[in-house]
Every structure is written in C-alpha cells, then in structure tokens.
Nanobody
Framework: QVQLVESGGGLVRPGGSLRLSCAAS????????MGWHRQAPGKERELVAT??????????NYSDSVKGRFTISRDNAKNTVDLQMNSLKPEDTAVYYC??????????WGQGTQVTVSS
C-alpha cells in the first residue's frame, strides 16, 4: 500500500507560479515512477509530468502543453515529488493528481489539489 498526499494548490493570476508537492508513505520502496496528472472540468485526465525514482539519475517526461514551463523534481530522502509551475495560463486550471507507479504494476493516486489560474 502507498499513500500519497498533495499540497500547494490554489488561485494564481495568469503568468504566476505555484509549487505542488506530493508526499509518499507506506511501501515507497515499490515505487519506480511518480508524477502528476490533471483533470479540467469536462475533460479527461491527462498526464502532466513524470519522474523516475530510485538511485539512478532521474528521467523526466513532460506533456507538450507544459514543457518549458513546469519542472518536476524528487527528493528520495523525503519521498516527495514536487511540480514547479511557472508562466501559468488559464488553461492550466484543473485538479492536479499525484500518482505513483509500482515496479510490479499498478498505480496509486492522491486525493487531488485544485489549481485555478484566473485574473
């Protein structure tokens, strides 16, 4: 079992920044990838960014819509993954979900945190 708790969402003006954080607990040794998805009203959940965990150099992956604006990072000692979001746009408004992919397969999800970009 893995538990994920997100924090850091909120309301920000276009062009502003927010930092999301996800803390993992439980069987964290079984996680090989962590990341963020988001879901806007009336739309399907979409991948935002992922990062590999473990002792090797992290590999990251971003959706085209956030590349160059968002940065995902990890702290293995704290079992956290952060998402730094810069140059936010109204279309970034969504509920952001942290997820963890297990080495043996399967995913765990956090409860979600709301990000609203509006003037």
């Amino acid at each position: 079992q893995v538990q994920l708790v997100e924090s850091g969402g909120g309301l920000v003006r276009p062009g502003g920044s927010l930092r999301l954080s996800c803390a993992a607990s439980g069987s964290v040794f079984s996680i090989n990838v962590m990341g963020w998805h988001r879901q806007a009203p009336g739309k399907e959940r979409e991948l935002v960014a992922t990062i590999t965990t473990g002792r090797t150099r992290p590999e990251t992956n971003y959706s085209d819509s956030v590349k160059g604006r968002f940065t995902i990072s990890r702290d293995n000692a704290k079992n956290t993954v952060d998402l730094q979001m810069n140059s936010l746009k109204p279309e970034d408004t969504a509920v952001y979900y942290c997820y963890a992919h297990l080495i043996v397969g399967g995913n765990y999800w956090g409860q979600g945190t709301q990000v609203t970009v509006s003037s």
